[in-house]
């Protein structure tokens, strides 16, 4: 199984920008399909992004659309999640997760690695 280690997160003021990294440890990560869900306090985990193991097929949630950027490097098994334009109900705890196949999906029953997640806090 893919073990994955989420960093970047932090308190950022409104309108600010932090990137998230998601590194993982197993060379089937570098082609699997890869997504970043976010779980505020006292809600449900709710997807953000995902990208698929070729790195060409990308998904966003609506709310984060034109702000958050997802992508990959497959030199480092890394991927990354760009969030500008950070607005307060982006608070949450951000989790990095991944598929066993190359497809990016949306949904997180379909992913089977999950991270430890870290906290993201945007301040007004």
């Known amino acids: 199984q893919v073990q994955l280690v989420e960093s970047g997160g932090g308190l950022v003021q409104a309108g600010g920008s932090l990137r998230l990294s998601c590194a993982a440890s197993?060379?089937?990560?570098?082609?699997?399909?890869s997504g970043w869900f976010r779980q505020a306090l006292g809600k449900e985990r709710e997807f953000v992004a995902a990208i698929s193991g070729s790195g060409v097929i990308t998904y966003y949630a609506d709310s984060v659309k034109g702000r958050f950027t997802i992508s990959r490097d497959k030199t480092k098994n890394t991927v990354y999640l760009q969030m500008n334009s950070l607005k307060p109900e982006d608070t949450a705890v951000y989790y990095c997760?991944?598929?066993?196949?190359?497809?990016?999906?949306?949904?997180?029953?379909?992913?089977?690695?999950w991270g430890q997640g870290t906290q993201v806090t945007v301040s007004s």
């Open positions: 197993g060379r089937a990560f570098s082609s699997s399909a």
């Open positions: 997760a991944a598929r066993e196949f190359a497809i990016a999906a949306t949904d997180a029953y379909d992913y089977k690695s």
